[in-house]
């Protein structure tokens, strides 16, 4: 009777190792089989969350289209979120100009100690300066991707913690003021981009504020997008980085995440890790062929609702549901 037992494990251990065996191999390298059950994340809801920002016209400082899109922000989050804040503030420009502006924020259980951020940019930049085209140099942008997109994908994830309470507290931050940085041809010195971030990390919304990391989404809706690993984000918060980029590929998207250094990246990012007590790391497209380092859209006005892939919104929105659940 021993004996059999014996004999049974021996042979439940070897068809187990084969198996093992036989999943390795089938694996191609860069796109495993998904090993973890999927947390729901729609990307046709985070793209109609996309397309109704850029239908507000370019949400540049200043205008209607920038006021009338941040009350629209605001009742989102009071509609998913627990604690819903606007942080008001004047953001000075480097053309000597000065703006009403709000870093938007929206918590879910305020009360856990163990938290994380996950940030986008709100406005849209007032001038396409990378165009091809001299004529339209002047002209805003719908900053489709270079903003709305990291929006639309936090916004599908507020959605979902919302049906499905995370372990640990989150706060969603959409921070104004990133992209009225100096034009192309302009030799401006100075801190002029991230300016919400540089108000919000200096002035948190909450006194004493803290997070263990933060995870901010810039240009995330690009056709086959790739996510190299941003230098300052290796830099200042490796570990998270690493933790991000392995959830991704063990979910089957390696190829969107890849396992390489990207550029040197002053996003938001930069001014948390300068200023707040935690820090934080930046998802963004980067193509080392382009000349800008960015999508070939890039400050042209061609960053628009068409060029954005819902299938790339859903790599990221998913990796990240997936970081939260891990937590
Ligand atoms: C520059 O490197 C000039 N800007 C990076 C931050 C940025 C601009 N993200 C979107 N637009
Ligand atoms: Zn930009």
Not at 36 to 61: C, E, I, M, N, W
Not at 217 to 222: F, Q, Y
Not at 256 to 284: E, L, R
Request: hydrophobic share 40%; net charge negative; charged share 20%.
């Amino acid at each position: 009777m021993l004996k059999m037992k014996k004999i049974l494990i021996i042979l439940m251990g070897a068809a187990l190792l084969f198996s093992a065996c036989d999943r390795t191999k089938k694996r191609p390298k860069d796109t495993p089989q998904a090993s973890v059950t999927l947390p729901a994340f729609d990307h046709d809801s985070a793209y109609a969350f996309v397309k109704a920002q850029t239908d507000f016209g370019p949400r540049v400082l200043g205008t209607e289209a920038h006021e009338n899109c941040r009350v629209w922000l605001l009742n989102k989050l009071r509609e998913y979120c627990d604690t819903v804040y606007n942080q008001s503030f004047t953001a000075k420009t480097y053309d000597g100009k000065s703006w009403p502006c709000a870093n938007l924020i929206g918590s879910f259980a305020p009360e856990k100690a163990k938290r994380i951020v996950l940030a986008a940019h709100w406005d849209a930049r007032p001038f396409a300066d990378h165009d091809p085209n001299p004529a339209n140099r002047e002209t805003p942008i719908d900053g489709a991707n270079d903003g709305a997109s990291g929006v639309g994908v936090l916004l599908e994830i507020a959605r979902q913690l919302r049906a499905n309470q995370p372990n640990i507290g989150v706060d969603i931050i959409f921070f104004d003021a990133e992209d009225y940085g100096p034009k192309e041809n302009e030799d401006i010195q100075g801190e002029w981009w991230g300016l919400g971030a540089q108000h919000w990390a200096e002035n948190p919304h909450i006194q004493g504020y803290t997070a263990n990391y933060g995870i901010l989404l810039d240009m995330v809706g690009s056709p086959n997008a790739q996510f190299m690993q941003e230098q300052f984000s290796l830099r200042d918060a490796g570990d998270v980085v690493r933790k991000v980029w392995s959830t991704a590929y063990e979910l089957g998207h390696g190829q969107y995440f890849q396992n390489k250094p990207g550029g040197v990246i002053t996003d938001d990012h930069y001014y948390v890790n300068k200023y707040a007590s935690f820090k934080m790391i930046d998802i963004i497209h980067y193509d080392a062929a382009s000349g800008t380092g960015f999508d070939p859209v890039w400050h042209t006005v061609n960053d628009n609702i068409q060029h954005i892939d819902k299938n790339t919104l859903g790599v990221v929105g998913t990796t990240l549901l997936q970081v939260i659940k891990n937590e």
